[in-house]
């Protein structure tokens, strides 16, 4: 729970002046395409970069700074040969590092439609009632559905690493790490929809 505390007030703080959306992009917002953080293909790319020999100037290796999910693809769509063991541990730091970012904007995004100051910064489980509170404890239930949705990630992780000590192809790569990201980024969308949802429903609710 003290975790789940941090987290809320690191990304409350950073989206406190981000708080207010006006009715036009509320309603582009509700009626538009669930976000995508992830979306990646494997065959397309590939078929894209199929005759390209050039290298892409991108320090993967660094991971000190995180790739973006654009710069991430057009590292693996650059591959002709399987990098060494060391190499492909990088990608897949920053596989994860995309996987959360992916997570991150849409929690960012998801806490713009709570009323202006409707998330109190004060939290106590012996104080949860569903009035004027209701907000936080909706958006720390959020929270704790999202953390859920990302407690496989370790299991993707061993088995990435099971991946690359069998001597994979470079599209046996390419192809893990594309479906790792779209499967999150699939239960991350429907998370996102389903927590607009009640958020919309609560406010209908407290205008009557």
């Not at 009626?31 to 290298?55: L, R, V």
């Not at 709570?114 to 910064?121: A, E, G, L, Y």
């Not at 949860?128 to 907000?135: G, I, N, S």
Request: charged share 30%.
């Amino acid at each position: 729970m003290k975790n789940l505390k941090r987290a809320f007030l690191k990304i409350k703080k950073k989206c406190d002046n981000e708080n207010e959306v006006n009715n036009k992009d509320t309603n582009k917002r509700n009626t538009g395409e669930p976000k995508s953080c992830c979306s990646g293909n494997s065959e397309s790319n590939q078929n894209e970069n199929e005759n390209d020999d050039a290298t892409i100037d991108i320090n993967y290796n660094d991971i000190s700074i995180q790739l973006t999910k654009e710069q991430l693809f057009d590292v693996l769509n650059s591959l002709k040969k399987v990098p060494p063991k060391e190499n492909l541990i990088h990608l897949w730091n920053h596989t994860l590092g995309v996987n959360k970012k992916g997570l991150d904007d849409l929690i960012k995004d998801l806490l713009k439609y709570f009323p202006k100051n409707s998330i109190s910064d004060r939290f106590a489980l012996s104080e949860f009632k569903m009035t004027e509170d209701c907000y936080t404890k909706m958006w720390f239930d959020f929270m704790s559905d999202f953390g859920i949705a990302t407690m496989n990630e370790s299991e993707h992780t061993r088995s990435f690493y099971g991946l690359i000590e069998r001597q994979p192809s470079i599209d046996d790569i390419r192809n893990y790490i594309f479906s790792f990201l779209e499967e999150y980024e699939q239960k991350y969308n429907e998370l996102y929809e389903k927590c607009k949802s009640q958020i919309f429903s609560l406010k209908k609710t407290n205008k009557k």
